[in-house]
């Protein structure tokens, strides 16, 4: 475990509770004790079965779910309340589409009260820096669905977060897309500080926690990954650390010997636990005679 000092979130021993539809005596443990510690700069990748509760770890660190047990801290203090150092960025488009690109851009340094001049002018710089300089006017409807997750990139990191929440942000797009925008988000990640929003924050990178389903997204992005069981009770049953050189092209390091040795030990660790999820979820088709 990297010292406190050099941890930008913390994730102590949490347990979520939810209540049971089918038992409401009973609440469901959806999350049982997980802990998860992110260091200044880090990308770190979060895989495991469908439905073992990757996004409600999400949500906890985003301070939008409170946990029944355990704690969260942020840069070493305990997190009350909304995560003001993180961005999060949604699985399903956020994007308000009564507002132009670049209004949804400005939206919320609008909320935070910067001076319109100011915020349209980095609106602007963002759309720019997201390839989509010449589409400010165009409404979320006028725009691809990976024009669309550039635009929510670009108002994710505007307002110049220190930690990165994403939340299988990339899925819903098809394999070219989805390559150009997962390159995309390392280069900004591997940009400069002023490159991230200018002085104020210091010239570390931004602390990414990455959910995904697709683990060959998770190595070619990440610096580690975490494995998590199936649900219920879901907790961390393993981590590894992503070797791979950077700068990384996310297409051609996933034809590299070590990408394939990587991806085959991590899967070897969650195999077992996809099988457990799928046995739960579906059940045998049993043909007629």
Not at 58 to 66: F, I
Not at 232 to 239: C, D, S, V
Request: glycine share 8%; proline share 6%.
């Amino acid at each position: 475990m990297p010292a406190a000092v050099d941890l930008s979130l913390e994730l102590d021993q949490i347990s979520c509770r939810f209540a049971s539809r089918d038992d409401p005596g009973k609440p469901y443990l959806a999350v049982s004790q997980a802990s998860l510690a992110v260091r200044e700069g880090e990308f770190v990748s979060i895989v495991g079965p469908t439905g073992c509760g990757k996004s409600t770890l999400l949500n906890v660190a985003a301070g939008l779910l409170a946990p029944s047990e355990g704690s969260v801290r942020v840069h070493g203090k305990p997190l009350a309340g909304i995560n003001r150092d993180a961005g999060y960025m949604f699985q399903a488009d956020a994007l308000m589409p009564w507002r132009s690109a670049i209004d949804n851009v400005t939206a919320g340094l609008e909320f935070r009260g910067v001076p319109a001049s100011q915020a349209l002018a980095q609106g602007h710089q963002w759309l720019q820096r997201v390839g989509l300089g010449g589409f400010a006017q165009r409404y979320p409807h006028q725009l691809s669905g990976g024009m669309r997750k550039r635009v929510a990139l670009a108002q994710m990191l505007v307002l110049n977060p220190e930690i990165l929440l994403m939340d299988e942000p990339f899925s819903a797009l098809d394999i070219q897309t989805r390559l150009l925008m997962e390159n995309e988000l390392l280069a900004i990640w591997s940009s400069s500080a002023a490159a991230l929003g200018g002085p104020g924050k210091g010239a570390q990178r931004k602390s990414v926690i990455f959910i995904t389903h697709d683990l060959e997204e998770a190595i070619s992005l990440s610096d580690r990954v975490v494995v998590l069981s199936a649900g219920p009770a879901t907790r961390p049953i393993g981590e590894f650390a992503i070797d791979l050189p950077r700068p990384r092209d996310v297409a051609e390091v996933r034809l590299t010997p070590r990408f394939v040795e990587l991806h085959q030990l991590i899967w070897h660790a969650m195999k077992d636990e996809v099988m457990k999820a799928y046995s739960k979820q579906f059940k045998p088709i049993e043909l007629g005679a």
